[in-house]
């Protein structure tokens, strides 16, 4: 079983910077296994605004979202962490960490890739 834990959301003006974290406890240890920020607006689907590797550290990214946001995952690949630069209005949504069983070569892109979610954390850039 696999259990994710987000923390780091909030309210931050235009401009500003957020830290999401998303812990994942986990029975046994996947090395393979992929993890992923996903954003939701009320009546839309989860859109992946980034995803990790975790054995080899290859990163996705959103073009929406690229060169402002940075995902990472901590030394003992337990942690991770997107760092949310340059907010902006659009980026307003509830967040969700999702991890995947693993043993793909790279990060799916979807929701349906991934079968583990946490409870999301919401972000909120007022215009």
């Known amino acids: 079983q696999v259990r994710l834990v987000e923390s780091g959301g909030g309210s931050v003006q235009a401009g500003g910077s957020l830290r999401l974290s998303c812990v994942v406890h986990?029975?046994?240890?996947?090395?393979?296994?992929?993890v992923g920020w996903f954003r939701q607006d009320p009546g839309k689907g989860r859109e992946r605004v980034a995803s990790?590797?975790?054995?080899?550290?290859?990163?996705a990214y959103a073009v929406s979202v690229k060169g402002r946001f940075t995902i990472s995952q901590d030394n003992d690949e337990s942690t991770f962490y997107l760092q949310m630069d340059v907010l902006k209005p659009e980026d307003t949504a509830m967040y969700y960490c999702?991890?995947?069983?693993?043993?793909?070569?790279?990060?799916?892109?979807?929701?349906?890739?991934?079968?583990?979610w946490g409870q999301g954390t919401q972000v909120t850039v007022p215009s």
């Open positions: 986990e029975y046994g240890w996947n090395t393979q296994r992929c």
């Open positions: 999702a991890a995947d069983d693993g043993g793909r070569q790279f990060c799916g892109a979807y929701a349906e890739d991934f079968n583990y």
């Open positions: 990790i590797h975790r054995g080899g550290g290859v990163t």
